[in-house]
């Protein structure tokens, strides 16, 4: 039911909440715990129109396993960074002859 799906959805923020100390200092983090958990709200928040069950409960268990696989420290300093990348704003990459005209 959507009820209980809420209570999943708010323990697994919860449980992200109260890990991100520990995933700062595991990782060595250059971001403050106050950013990350910042972004772990805006994470959040873009799956807030979520309304059909089935897609939340899914969501909810990928929440869990990156939860799992992050505290267990299977990924790498560069994967944790990944979540601060912002995709709506990809870097643009420049083409040699553009990088040699803009340095000389």
């Excluded at 100390?21 to 799956?47: H, W, Y």
């Excluded at 396993?65 to 299977?74: H, I, Q, R, S, Y």
Aim: glycine share 2%; aromatic share 10%.
């Amino acid at each position: 039911t959507p009820a209980t799906a809420r209570h999943r959805v708010i323990g697994l923020y919860r449980a992200w909440y109260r890990a991100i100390p520990t995933i700062c200092e595991t990782f060595t983090l250059p971001v403050s715990v106050s950013t990350c958990r910042a972004k772990l709200r805006e994470k959040f928040e873009d799956n807030k129109e979520v309304k059909d069950v089935r897609v939340i409960d899914m969501l909810v268990v990928k929440g869990k396993l990156e939860l799992d696989e992050t505290l267990k420290v299977f990924k790498q300093t560069t994967h944790v960074m990944r979540f601060f990348d912002d995709p709506g704003n990809p870097k643009t990459q420049k083409d040699f002859l553009t990088r040699f005209l803009e340095n000389n």
